[in-house]
């Protein structure tokens, strides 16, 4: 019976031997994935930390070729901009010339060639800053040439665009003269009513009205009575 214990007990101890060493080859794989879980995730933070600073360097990259983008289209432009400037002055230049030498031709009674001139300058320049000047003084050319109905024209043509100019107020008295000149009184006589209302101080005061009495004086009556009749009253 003894013996037959015996023997129970070591099968027992063997039959559970198996279980006792899968139980430990149990906890060793649970230990040595803890061990590799741990690893993967510092493994994965570092990876995570190297793909912030790709991106963060990536970022600053982009940083970095738009501001040489901006820099290159600023070196660009600035090289527009300063050829256009001399390109602007240069033509300025070649318009005042233009202007100048047509205002010197007006002032030495060479009309026909400051008309050329000036309309020379027109044509080439409309945008340039003398042309209001040059309106005025063409109608001046005009003018001084007998070329009345051009003359005309372009006093009212500078009128309708130049109302703040210096020379309206001039151009006003110059249109009126040619009015009058034209026989055509009561457009005359307007101008010359606007300009002694607007520009009582004007150094052409005095001329203005004393052109505007004139048109405005009656018309001596004709005598009508024949000659043969007045000698016998007489």
Do not use: C
């Not at 790709?54 to 040489?68: G, Y």
């Not at 100048?100 to 001139?117: G, H």
């Amino acid at each position: 019976m003894k013996r037959l214990g015996l023997i129970v007990l070591i099968g027992l101890f063997v039959w559970q031997m198996p279980f006792n060493a899968v139980a430990f080859n149990a906890q060793k794989v649970a230990k040595d994935n803890h061990t590799k879980i741990k690893q993967l995730k510092k493994s994965n933070k570092r990876l995570v930390g190297s793909i912030e600073q790709l991106q963060e360097q990536q970022k600053l990259n982009r940083q970095k070729i738009t501001e040489l983008f901006h820099l290159m289209e600023y070196k660009k432009s600035s090289s527009v901009v300063k050829e256009t400037i001399l390109r602007v002055r240069e033509e300025n230049r070649k318009a005042k010339k233009i202007y100048t030498n047509a205002r010197s031709l007006l002032v030495t009674d060479q009309y026909s060639q400051a008309i050329d001139l000036f309309l020379n300058y027109l044509d080439l320049y409309p945008e340039n800053n003398h042309v209001p000047d040059a309106f005025y003084w063409l109608g001046k050319a005009y003018v001084a040439k007998g070329d009345r109905h051009n003359g005309k024209k372009i006093f009212i043509e500078f009128q309708n665009d130049y109302p703040l100019h210096h020379k309206f107020s001039n151009s006003l008295y110059e249109l009126a003269m040619i009015h009058h000149e034209l026989k055509e009184t009561k457009e005359a006589e307007q101008l010359l009513e606007s300009m002694i209302k607007k520009f009582p101080n004007h150094n052409s005061i005095f001329q203005a009205e004393a052109l505007l009495k004139s048109i405005q004086a009656p018309e001596p009556v004709a005598d009508t009575e024949p000659t043969s009749e007045k000698i016998k009253a007489e």
